[in-house]
């Protein structure tokens, strides 16, 4: 602390004790620029403070902290000054506004580092509205690999596809020259290129009258050096400033370039923090006309106005780079303290870095380590802490920018190549860390969103072609129509169901004609079944919201085993709607370690506050009014147990809490829902209460106590509620959550909503035959193809009074059917019907309705625009069971699965798989021992503050969402990828004599996870997700359950646990 700091705190502490007996008197301590600290005191008795100097003399002298104070009376070098006034001049509001401020110390203006006392975030997005992330580099020291690491995340960046700006801000020590090979530049060996300290001079100087093309150069662009690459081109700098002097050149001393940056950099004001960010925005609006995806800022070293900018006002993630040494704390603190006190202001990455290959084998560096990370981890809660990235020192790295050309080249090529060196592997962690701070979509996201833009107009071509329904409807009812014209009308009729069934479940309405019943749904209204399990996408909220339409959930009734009783259904949604609800369960879940706290209690009120709260369904008004007069005649007699309950009241966590405790108000809710119950059965009314998304307010880490104890209470629900009966919608790999489940409950309890083969293609059938139109069309497409008249009759009037439903989903009754839309025979490869059984499996033999569904997304529109001369099916096998529709249809499905924040785990999974163990696990089935070296090669690069970095986590995970299943063998344990799978993972059979001969590679083992995006990639053409994804829809995942493996999971978790 500086001594005039010290003094303002003494004096602060000796004017609150002098003051304390009078509450009313005020004072404020000014420390001004000129080193000067001046005092007002407004006080009742201005004669008590006439000696005030010697009285803060002795206070300091009495108090240890401030023992060591120089006396101020009498000194005339140290400025402090005292104004003394009367109380009553606080009645002027010159004086009243000096001590309005809750601080008794105003520091004063700051001639810099006004930075860090402010925020106000600058928001750039696109056009499109696509957020354009502004990444700074930073380190409170140099030599620590800062500037190398943002050149080589440029360039990964570029290699993806991706347009970026790098602005060097590191204003007294420009280097960007070396990595690029700049000084080989045209534009700067010309010496007419600016850079940044001219272009923040010349914007207030000339307003908004600059252009960006002197302040900026492509870095591929007139290169002329022999490292040139296309990634280049897409690579944008803006220098410091005009320095591309060299000591070679004569005149290097005399450059007036120089001489002009040194000016302006004398004459910039870095310290106003407003006009610097008021000239960035300015900046940066030039920079969106490039395009660019990013914007990459080059910090300066230490404490400093620009890294206060950048940081605070600008950046949406920063990356800090710190050595060990503790040269390096002061910088880690400060960097922290920023982060911490504007509570995320923006995304923070940490790197240790430059380390020795061999750190861990140092006794000094790793107690450095280890106190910098305790340091870390006591500044936040374990899931707030910032990914903390190694970073080791690469040789190949420090030979660039000396001449050596064959590094800079190969600099070059680690960076963009999809087969980079095992050395580069720390920078991959890091730029893949960046890149799911940074673009929460993915990789792909970027790529795919410009596929889709492309997409999108392409279909709105194909849509100005489509039939009017006038039009339509006399085509389809004609016999003498051509196929290409009937053809037409069904696949634009698929294409419009398929894209409405991808926001089915975000939607309120839900569309009947398109509801497919399915054989599952019949076992919802058994009391016992009261867990509805599916993986993501087999259609748990798209069930959960159709049984708020009364003919849907009349339908299923008739269909199930309740389909004679003559109560009336009501639902009543239990997932939280106000955010105050979301909150109380995320504010609720924080006991879940609480031993004494009884969720069976919580869950208990939770319900009793859904039935008595009045949402204004009419059907339960009547009901809940008698409930209540009920409670009060029944306590009028006996005052002292009667407790007055609050029906209406929002409760908060506290409430929750406090009534969980209360034998009384327990009491009161038991007696509540009892008289609740009796009620509804004399009204022959059922009351389904339904959860569903809990995952989305209460953590799965905290499942273990809460979610369980909801499952523990529907399990053994109280006598009385024979009319009140809850159901949970819950994802199959996050049940596993829950400890109290065990196989026997979850076999007697679950309705499993995995799909078959047989409901896939039922589903799109009812899809086609729920417009009549389209319907038309193909029994018109049918004849002309030969199928049976008689079939197609018998198969009409089933449709008619089966909701355009077969009865009977065998391969028999489709086959037909099937022949008209998919062919006779699938290229070889079989019939459709085995094709798909096939090429849609999940590991577990169960199908995945949306891969069905994504490659006739993709096939469709290649369908449309294709003038078949002779058409033999609606769609050809040479389009759906194309190379490049798998590749899609496979790309999406994982995209969308990896991109659920409780999946992200399975993309570092899919890259260990296709970059690690030397190709040891790219094959269709691994043995035991290769999938536990799969499993600890993956859990070590997952960090630690996500889903999954537990072995035991990431297992179930895989096999519940049907990655892979495990098969007995005669040679033991088989762990067999899912089919669907095979081809876009490029997996093998096993060749056992050359598997054999692969060595396990390493458990630390290094992988790239954006190569395998690169290659995953390759070749996907026209394919539409990522910010293509809602306009064109998905529809819902269907994939198969994973619990009938639970033994065997659990079995090789603990195999894997007890290994060293």
């Known amino acids: 602390m500086t001594f005039i700091s010290k003094y303002a705190q003494a004096l602060k502490l000796f004017l609150l004790k002098e003051l304390k007996n009078d509450e009313t008197e005020k004072f404020k301590i000014f420390i001004r620029t000129g080193f000067q600290i001046d005092v007002y005191i407004f006080v009742h008795d201005c004669q008590y403070y006439t000696d005030i100097k010697q009285k803060f003399d002795n206070f300091c002298k009495e108090t240890k902290s401030f023992s060591d104070l120089e006396p101020i009376k009498g000194n005339d070098y140290i400025k402090i000054f005292f104004k003394v006034l009367p109380f009553a001049d606080l009645e002027d509001s010159f004086y009243s506004n000096i001590v309005n401020n809750p601080n008794n110390i105003d520091y004063g203006p700051r001639y810099r580092f006004d930075s860090f006392y402010s925020t106000s975030k600058i928001n750039l997005t696109k056009d499109d509205e696509t957020e354009i992330p502004i990444i700074t580099f930073y380190s409170h020291k140099g030599g620590v690999g800062r500037t190398t690491a943002m050149a080589s995340y440029a360039l990964h960046l570029a290699a993806q596809g991706k347009n970026v700006a790098i602005i060097d801000c590191d204003l007294e020590a420009p280097g960007y020259l070396n990595f690029f090979d700049l000084s080989e530049h045209e534009e700067l060996i010309e010496g007419k290129k600016n850079g940044l300290v001219e272009f923040l001079c010349d914007s207030q100087f000339m307003g908004k009258d600059v252009n960006i093309n002197d302040y900026i150069l492509n870095v591929g662009a007139r290169n002329q050096s022999n490292d040139y690459n296309p990634a280049l081109d897409r690579i944008w700098l803006v220098p410091a400033g005009n320095l591309n002097e060299g000591v070679t050149e004569d005149n290097a001393l005399k450059s007036p370039n120089r001489q002009d940056y040194l000016e302006g950099l004398a004459k910039l004001n870095l310290g106003n923090t407003q006009k610097v960010i008021k000239s960035f925005n300015a900046l940066f609006e030039q920079l969106k006309t490039l395009n660019v995806d990013a914007i990459l800022i080059d910090s300066r070293t230490g404490f400093n106005d620009i890294f206060g900018t950048a940081t605070l006002h600008l950046s949406s993630c920063v990356v800090g780079f710190f050595g060990l040494s503790r040269q390096n704390e002061p910088g880690l603190i400060n960097l922290l303290a920023q982060h911490v006190k504007n509570e995320n202001l923006f995304e923070l990455i940490l790197a240790y870095s430059i380390l020795p290959k061999n750190y861990k084998e140092d006794n000094v560096l790793m107690e450095a380590y280890n106190r910098m990370e305790a340091f870390i981890m006591g500044v936040y809660d374990k899931k707030n802490v910032p990914a903390r990235i190694p970073i080791h020192r690469n040789d190949n790295l420090e030979r660039i920018g000396i001449g050596d050309y064959a590094a800079n080249e190969k600099f070059i090529d680690m960076n963009t190549s999809t087969d980079r060196d095992n050395q580069f592997s720390d920078y991959t962690l890091l730029f893949n860390e960046i890149d799911r701070k940074c673009f929460p979509s993915g990789i792909l996201g970027t790529v795919f969103g410009s596929i889709a833009h492309a997409l999108r107009e392409y279909y709105n071509e194909i849509d100005k072609k489509a039939f009017s329904n006038e039009q339509a409807h006399l085509i389809a009812k004609d016999a003498n129509s051509n196929l290409f014209d009937l053809r037409?009308?069904?696949?634009?009729?698929?294409?419009?169901?398929?894209?409405e069934s991808a926001n089915s479940a975000e939607d309120s309405a839900i569309n009947e004609s398109t509801f497919f019943y399915r054989t599952c749904m019949n076992n919802f209204f058994d009391r016992d079944k009261f867990i509805i399990c599916g993986r993501m996408g087999t259609g748990k909220t798209y069930l959960y919201k159709a049984l708020q339409n009364n003919q849907i959930s009349n339908n299923i009734k008739r269909s199930s085993s309740q389909k004679d009783d003559n109560d009336d259904y009501i639902f009543i949604n239990a997932t939280p709607q106000k955010r105050e609800e979301k909150l109380l369960l995320t504010d609720i879940a924080k006991h879940s370690f609480d031993k004494d706290f009884i969720f069976s209690n919580f869950w208990?009120?939770?319900?009793?506050?859904?039935?008595?709260?009045?949402?204004?369904?009419?059907?339960?008004?009547?009901?809940?009014?008698?409930?209540?007069?009920?409670?009060?005649?029944?306590?009028?007699?006996?005052?002292?147990?009667?407790?007055?309950?609050?029906?209406?009241?929002?409760?908060?966590?506290?409430?929750?809490?406090?009534?969980?405790?209360?034998?009384?108000?327990?009491?009161?809710?038991?007696?509540?829902?009892?008289?609740?119950?009796?009620?509804?059965?004399?009204?022959?009314?059922?009351?389904?209460?339904?959860?569903?998304?809990?995952?989305?307010?209460?953590?799965?880490?905290?499942?273990?106590?809460?979610?369980?104890?909801?499952?523990?209470?529907?399990?053994?629900?109280?006598?009385?509620?024979?009319?009140?009966?809850?159901?949970?919608?819950?994802?199959?790999?996050?049940?596993?959550?829950?400890?109290s489940l065990n196989t026997d409950l979850q076999s007697n309890n679950i309705i499993n909503m995995e799909w078959s083969i047989e409901e896939v293609f039922g589903y799109f059938f009812k899809l086609i035959f729920s417009d009549p139109t389209t319907g038309s069309a193909y029994w018109n497409i049918a004849r002309k193809l030969g199928i049976d008249p008689q079939y197609i009759a018998n198969t009409e009037k089933i449709f008619e009074t089966n909701n355009n439903q077969f009865k009977d989903l065998s391969q028999a009754e489709m086959i037909p059917l099937l022949q008209v839309f998919f062919g006779k025979d699938t290229l070889g490869l079989g019939r459709p019907w085995d094709y798909f059984k096939k090429e849609l499996s999940n590991a577990d033999n169960t199908a995945n309705l949306q891969l069905f569904i994504n490659i006739y997304r993709y096939a469709i529109g290649t369908a449309i625009a294709t003038a078949e001369s002779n058409i033999t099916e609606i769609i050809s096998p040479t389009i759906y069971a194309s190379k490049r529709v798998r590749t899609n249809a496979a790309t999406t499905l994982f995209y969308e699965l990896v991109n659920d924040k409780f999946c992200k785990s399975l993309q570092t999974f899919q890259s260990a798989i296709l970059f690690g163990g030397k190709g040891m696990y790219l094959y269709k089935s691994l043995d035991e021992n290769k999938f536990e070296n799969l499993i600890n090669e993956t859990t070590i690069r997952i960090d630690a503050s996500e889903y999954g970095h537990k072995k035991e986590d990431l297992i179930n995970m895989i096999f519940a969402n049907g990655i892979m299943a495990i098969n007995q063998t005669t040679k033991g344990k088989s762990f067999v990828f899912a089919p669907l799978y095979w081809f876009p993972w490029g997996l093998k059979d096993v060749d056992e004599k050359s598997n054999d001969n692969l060595k396990i590679r390493n458990k630390n083992s290094e992988f790239d996870q954006i190569a395998n995006i690169s290659k995953f990639i390759e070749g996907v053409g026209n394919v539409a997700t990522g910010a293509g994804l809602k306009e064109f829809g998905t529809a819902a995942t269907a994939v198969g359950s994973a619990v009938s493996m639970a033994s065997e999971i659990a079995k090789m978790i603990s195999k894997l646990s007890n290994k060293k």
Request: net charge neutral; hydrophobic share 40%; aromatic share 12%.
């Open 488 to 499: 037409s009308i069904i696949l634009q009729h698929l294409r419009k169901v398929l894209k």
């Open 604 to 739: 208990r009120i939770y319900i009793w506050t859904k039935l008595l709260h009045d949402d204004g369904n009419e059907s339960l008004a009547k009901i809940r009014k008698m409930v209540k007069q009920q409670r009060h005649a029944m306590n009028a007699d006996k005052p002292e147990f009667f407790v007055e309950m609050p029906y209406d009241k929002e409760f908060s966590g506290i409430d929750y809490i406090k009534y969980t405790e209360s034998v009384d108000v327990l009491l009161g809710i038991v007696g509540d829902l009892q008289i609740f119950n009796e009620l509804l059965k004399v009204s022959h009314k059922k009351v389904f209460i339904l959860f569903d998304g809990l995952e989305s307010y209460i953590h799965p880490l905290y499942w273990n106590n809460t979610i369980s104890s909801l499952y523990d209470y529907c399990s053994y629900p109280e006598v009385t509620s024979s009319n009140i009966i809850p159901k949970i919608f819950v994802r199959t790999d996050l049940l596993p959550q829950i400890e």
